[in-house]
């Protein structure tokens, strides 16, 4: 029998055929799967990877034996019966991510996930060795989560006379840009996208895989434009059929869901809005594995409303701190700033942030028990695709190594069972975490001459703990020391300081 | 007939006697004031001010002719008729403060009151030459509210080897310190504490009296500590008696309600905590003319929770921001970071800010659309008594010229009715108030380098404005000039900016 690792993919490949129906109007076939040992069956939708040739993937979630059987109308892809064994996750496949203590992310195995992403949208239509880049650049800074899009990104405007379009080497759609044929897909196309969801699960990274977005200036495609809501079911249904037994998905209904004219005032998507609500409805309701569901904003227009799809809220504000407190306590659930406002040298707000702001930006986020995206634009007219927002390649501002030092530090605390400590955050120059009275975490942003913070309660109350100290912007330890609740230590620019109680 | 000017003060003075019965244990006598076109009836209480005198105050809120009647079981006392005829207020009467606009505050007479408050807790009680510099260094920065102690104080700490005691020249009970007969009152005491509110009423200040507090290192009066809760009961009607009818008066039922031990460890107000809500229902009750009414505690304890009888918050914390709309959101009331800790020179925390920090807190006070005050804490061994914070005298920090001129700004704006521009404000460099798309206000901590804030909504809606630029830092206007939605504006370091909507 086959064996599958939990939280791999199973995939079944049948040939067959339709029977001269477009294979790619509904799910050609479908199939329950049985965890024998539990009972308990999950219905997985199958899907035609091109002509005669029919799939269905699947992502066991418990050990043990299952098996499956289809069911469809077409004589040859229903009844095919068969099974496997789900055997233990290997030593860095954790699962999907799920929502963890009402603010927090773990993977399935229970690991916490520090969710911090960056953004690269159209990275997957760019050739092998920007790709390569790309994936270089997240890992060397551990960036666990990327922001993308699945349909192809034409922004204009924001680059002065610099021409930063990219022609992609093929579409979703068969047909040609402004006359695509919604009713079916371009498998390759779509593969494509699947083998770069793969390569971030090989490296342990989350693809916010982007549903929808209102990039693309003067209709040039006509894509999200030109869809009605039959042909955005149709193409959801395609592309979860496809992708939802990657264990590292996430669906991000839409970027800047509320954006309908381009910066030329141009109207980029179809001036009524999308039925979000019934997108985010089904997408909850096709997805067999319970992947993070989201919908992204623009700055100016208004946070969506709170609704059962949402699994966590994606927001797009330079406020990390107040906003996003905010945010957490209206809603009950993760917050996560996905766009704080880029690293980067254009003149825009949303692409000129200097390293320091984006740093101090990304420690508000998690100082505020809360979670943050980073990106970068910087961009040149020697070399016009070199933006890794866009289009990905490698990274090279001021801000990455510091967010990788950052990331280091809170995956080795118990983040989700931390809290803002009020009584030791002025919001302005400081900041502070604790867990009851065993460990604190407070940054400086700016030094406190004078100034000390005084942990614990006022009652007399002592304790010993053990304080590490960095220098967070320079990136490395300056000092550990045992202390009491009342030292006054000597707090910089940009110090972070954790405190641990000892036995 | 006697006039009275509306919100002014009338006094009725008898002559008379208790029988014997000591005449501080309770009301000796109270009156009924009929306002005679409406018919409104209101009770003010009586009170004994030494040998054979008995007085009674009363503040009319409405024009035109009061009768009143006297009733006590003191045959002297009782049955005493009269009436006054209630005329307009004078040029600089505004009435009392109130709650306006759920989070605001406003004379009776509706003109707004940006409540920016200073402390000088124990300054009633000094020579005076130093009470005319106290006076005269409020006035100069236009501080309209000071916090200000009804006993006398005792801080020992946190100035060295420095002893900054005071021993008042007489005490409000009689007896001596440790022994004073809280059964009696001392009425020279209460009547210079009542001239020195008369004396920020004439200077348009707020007195907020401060009824019980900590400050007694030692025990070295044992006021505080040795009151048990009749005694409170009978000083708080005693006091509300004299001062009720001073329209200028706040009440504050407790400096750092929660304080029990004194910076040493030692007990410095009765472990037990008061029964606060049983004295701020007593207040509510009692007070005739419904003055303000908070609680304050210290940094390291809880903010009061929400009582009917509190019309407003009064908390102590160095965040003047994200907090302070918190406890917004929570309570439903004004609210007024009393204590942001001080500009001084001092080695703890609450009396050694610069005065950047200083103004930038004050500065973000109002960006939250709330309400702050100052102090300032500069201790030297050569004249150990001139700190403003403790005894008043000549303000000499570098933040008082800055409030003010942050003040006349707001004074300029209709503040009460702006809100918070989140869309216009990181919480980091910069900060925005609008009222829909007539008006805004943005401060900048921080110059944003290339970076523009875009006001109104992105929906190409166009509107022109006049822009006013100021440097509020160094006081001083730097440009005005007509802009559109999306004038990118040269921001530095303290730098706000001014919106008005042209027609």
């Given at each position: 029998m086959r064996s599958v690792e939990r939280w791999g993919r199973f995939e079944l490949e049948l040939g067959g055929n339709s029977g001269g129906e477009n294979p790619y109007l509904d799910s050609p076939f479908e199939a329950a799967f049985i965890h024998e040992e539990s009972g308990t069956a999950t219905l997985a939708a199958g899907f035609c990877d091109?002509?005669?040739?029919?799939?269905?993937?699947?992502?066991?979630?418990?050990?043990?034996?299952?098996?499956?059987?289809?069911?469809?109308?077409?004589?040859?892809?229903?009844?095919?019966?068969?099974?496997f064994e789900c055997v233990p996750a290997g030593k860095d496949n954790h699962g999907p991510v799920r929502v963890a203590k009402r603010f927090h992310f773990s993977y399935a195995d229970g690991k916490p996930c520090f969710v911090m992403g960056s953004t690269a949208y159209a990275w997957t239509c760019r050739p092998r060795?920007?790709?390569?880049?790309?994936?270089?650049?997240?890992?060397?800074?551990?960036?666990?989560?990327?922001?993308?899009?699945?349909?192809?990104?034409?922004?204009?405007?924001?680059?002065?006379?610099?021409?930063?379009?990219?022609?992609?080497?093929e579409y979703p759609f068969p047909g040609e840009p402004g006359a695509f044929d919604f009713t079916r897909f371009n498998p390759s196309y779509f593969r494509n996208f699947e083998e770069r969801v793969q390569d971030l699960m090989d490296r342990g990274v989350e693809a916010d895989v982007i549903l929808f977005h209102p990039y693309d200036s003067d209709r040039h495609w006509g894509i999200d434009s030109g869809m009605n809501h039959a042909d955005q079911i149709r193409y959801l249904r395609y592309l979860m059929g496809r992708l939802s037994a990657y264990r590292n998905v996430w669906w991000s209904l839409a970027n800047e869901y509320d954006v309908t004219t381009d910066s030329g005032g141009r109207t980029v998507i179809t001036p009524e809005a999308k039925d979000w609500d019934g997108l985010g409805e089904f997408v909850r309701a096709n997805d067999p594995f319970g992947h993070p569901i989201s919908i992204h904003n623009i700055p100016f227009g208004w946070i969506y409303p709170d609704r059962p799809w949402l699994s966590h809220v994606s927001y797009q504000h330079p406020d990390t701190y107040t906003l996003l407190l905010e945010l957490k306590a209206r809603y009950g659930k993760p917050v996560v700033d996905d766009e704080y406002q880029y690293e980067g040298n254009i003149r825009d707000n949303w692409g000129n942030s200097d390293a320091e702001t984006t740093v101090e930006r990304h420690w508000r986020s998690a100082m505020a028990s809360g979670y943050a995206s980073h990106g970068e634009v910087f961009a040149s007219p020697e070399n016009r695709r070199d933006i890794f927002w866009a289009y990905g390649g490698t990274l090279r501002g001021q801000s990455p190594e510091r967010l990788a030092f950052m990331k280091s530090i809170f995956e080795d605390l118990p983040f989700q069972d931390m809290e803002r400590d009020a009584l030791n955050t002025d919001g302005q120059n400081y900041f502070s975490l604790h867990k009851g009275m065993d460990l604190y975490l407070s940054f400086f942003r700016r030094g406190l001459t004078g100034k000390d913070i005084w942990y614990g309660p006022r009652d007399g109350t002592e304790a010993r703990y053990s304080a590490t100290i960095w220098d967070v912007w320079n990136c490395r330890e300056i000092g550990r020391l045992e202390v009491g609740l009342r030292h006054r230590f000597e707090v910089g620019d940009w110090t972070a300081i954790r405190l641990v109680r000892l036995e």
């Open positions: 091109g002509e005669g040739v029919f799939r269905l993937r699947f992502m066991p979630e418990r050990l043990g034996r299952y098996s499956y059987r289809t069911s469809s109308r077409h004589r040859s892809l229903d009844g095919v019966e068969g099974g060795e920007v790709r390569a880049q790309t994936l270089a650049s997240l890992s060397a800074y551990g960036f666990n989560k990327v922001r993308m899009l699945f349909f192809p990104k034409r922004y204009i405007g924001s680059f002065g006379d610099v021409d930063i379009s990219y022609e992609p080497p």
